[in-house]
């Protein structure tokens, strides 16, 4: 996200989802955070999802996983939460992330088991150095061993086929929104022969973007402001993503056994956590590297750019879900 918006305190206490905290010791912070976070684990629990833990590179990460029943008839989507939020985010009674819990409710009754897996806190730096807070290790830096495509491999080889039931569907789809939009496509292009298809939820293009931790501190669990590497605006900027070319693009890798699946943006046009020209260059980088897109679902309004247009849309779901199921195979 680029430089910080006003919001009420109430509107900050219920958008855990991309902004948890802002509080000047980070210690309270902390504390405040830990205490949300356990509670919405414990509601995703009550409601049916299970904690699953693995180990990745001497790391316990975990996730939250639940199933649609004896079959996953349309295969398995992979949920990526915002920076600052936690894997129960899809779960959680947050009144401002009930279309995100929606969304997999709406996928496990369509026959989509769903995994949820949850980033790392305080491991993962900005181009700066400075700690990230809890963030996905969403952008393609040099000389950089990322912390989550282990991750996210390990959880497509290792974790689904021991989950997946006989006469399930193969199919793995990615999504996430924000920080974990970033990572979707980042984790698509880099897993790209075991993915179906993926869905960036208000994000831009991970090889063309730098994050700076050292700057907008307030933000303590998810500090540091998004540039586009091409304009070097923050990507809340309008226009940020704008230009004839882009020559800044980090190195993009190849697709595993030639195959690059296809792609459905979503995104609000007054969204003012990434100005869509952010989206529209990640479109035209997904395109010119040879993914098939489906066509950005782009929400319209009037008025100025707001923070609550960076938020899960409840117009997001249907339209996600039949891209996946179009894309499913046996």
């Not at 996730?63 to 915002?82: A, D």
């Not at 880099?190 to 939820?201: C, E």
């Amino acid at each position: 996200m680029g430089k910080p918006v006003f919001i009420s305190s109430i509107l900050l206490l219920l958008s855990s989802i991309l902004v948890p905290v802002l509080a000047k010791d980070p210690d309270q912070a902390s504390v405040r955070q830990n205490r949300l976070f356990a509670m919405y684990e414990q509601q995703a629990i009550e409601k049916g999802w299970k904690r699953l833990t693995m180990e990745v590179d001497g790391r316990e990460r975990q996730m939250l996983f639940r199933s649609p029943g004896k079959t996953w008839r349309h295969g398995v989507i992979i949920l990526l939460h915002g920076g600052g939020g936690t894997y129960s985010n899809f779960a959680a009674n947050l009144p401002i992330g009930k279309p995100m819990v929606d969304f997999s409710e709406m996928a496990l009754k369509e026959g989509f088991a769903v995994i949820s897996p949850d980033s790392t806190d305080g491991v993962v730096t900005g181009g700066d150095g400075v700690l990230a807070g809890k963030r996905w290790d969403c952008l393609a830096r040099d000389n950089h061993k990322n912390v989550d495509l282990p991750f996210l491999f390990k959880i497509i080889t290792d974790l689904i086929p021991g989950l997946r039931p006989a006469g399930s569907s193969r199919s793995v789809f990615l999504t996430g929104i924000s920080n974990g939009g970033f990572m979707t496509t980042l984790a698509a292009t880099s897993l790209s022969d075991k993915i179906a298809a993926f869905a960036p939820v208000s994000s831009g293009d991970p090889y063309g973007t730098y994050l700076k931790c050292g700057e907008w501190q307030e933000r303590t669990t998810a500090p540091g402001i998004f540039y586009d590497a091409q304009t070097d605006k923050p990507i809340s900027k309008k226009g940020a993503g704008a230009s004839d070319s882009y020559p800044s693009e980090k190195k993009w890798p190849d697709a595993k056994n030639g195959k690059k699946p296809a792609f459905k943006q979503f995104h609000h046009e007054l969204d003012a956590g990434v100005d869509p020209s952010c989206m529209k260059k990640a479109s035209r980088m997904l395109k010119e590297h040879g993914y098939r897109d489906d066509g950005c679902m782009l929400l319209s309004g009037s008025g100025k750019p707001r923070l609550i247009f960076h938020f899960w849309r409840a117009e997001y779901n249907q339209p996600m879900l039949e891209f996946f199921k179009k894309n499913a195979c046996d």
